[in-house]
């Protein structure tokens, strides 16, 4: 399969954990994204890279979120202190810079108690 | 700042019947791009078309075409001759040429195709 996969694909937590997801785009795109989506909701922008460089933070990751993708491949979302607020499923993309379609993973559902 | 609206939460219909789905987009940008995703249960988002805001030419593909109209700022998309494997949600996006790579989605309308 060389479409975008993520992992996990559940997570169930308690409030206060701290949570990682992961993502790996497909194999040629440089440019990844992090959506979150509350039921009933359209994908929400988190924040996206071109390579390694974090390009763009929106104001909905707070500093409890953090995202890295240290070597331009696979990324990573983490969450600090989980509030029963962050419960929703966590979308991760790719493209080839200015192509312009994105490539959704499947999600990880976050589901914190 | 842009914005999409689907007015249409929920749509049911009966199989073989043809289905409109309305996206109304709004941007003070000249440059930019409109999308349909549909996301079944599974949950992942499948990428259906791309326009650009200098394309108005109508797109058919299949059974599904796409009427983007820049004086109504309307972007619809219908389904001919719907199946049961077009239930799903749908969501128009948009993405402004100034905004990186953000996409803007719409809150999606769930479509049902009874048999």
């Known amino acids: 399969d060389t479409g975008v996969s993520q992992d996990p694909r559940h997570k169930i937590t308690k409030r206060g954990q701290n949570v990682t997801f992961r993502c790996d785009p497909i194999?040629?795109?440089?440019?990844l994204y992090w959506y979150r989506q509350t039921l009933g909701q359209g994908p929400e922008f988190l924040t996206y890279f071109q390579n390694e460089a974090q390009l763009e933070k929106s104001r909905l990751l707070s500093d409890r979120f953090s995202a890295e993708r240290p070597k331009g491949s696979f990324s990573t979302l983490e969450i600090q202190r989980t509030e029963q607020g962050d419960s929703a499923m966590y979308l991760c993309?790719?493209?080839?810079?200015?192509?312009?379609?994105?490539?959704f993973g499947e999600g990880s559902r976050l589901t914190v108690l | 700042a842009q914005k999409v609206t689907q007015a249409q939460t929920e749509i049911s219909v009966v199989e073989k019947e043809d289905v409109t789905l309305d996206c109304v987009y709004e941007?003070?940008?000249?440059?930019?791009?409109l999308f349909w995703y549909k996301q079944p249960p599974s949950g992942e988002l499948v990428f259906l078309i791309r326009r650009n805001s200098f394309d108005e030419q109508n797109e058919i593909s299949g059974r599904y075409s796409w009427n983007f109209q820049k004086s109504t700022s309307s972007f619809n998309f219908t389904i001919t001759a719907s199946q049961v494997v077009d239930s799903a949600v749908y969501f128009c996006a948009l993405r402004i040429e100034t905004s990186g790579s953000r996409l803007t989605f719409g809150e999606g309308t769930q479509l049902t195709v009874n048999p």
């Open positions: 941007t003070r940008d000249t440059t930019y791009y």
């Open positions: 993309a790719s493209s080839i810079q200015g192509a312009g379609e994105l490539f």
């Open positions: 194999s040629e795109h440089n440019r």
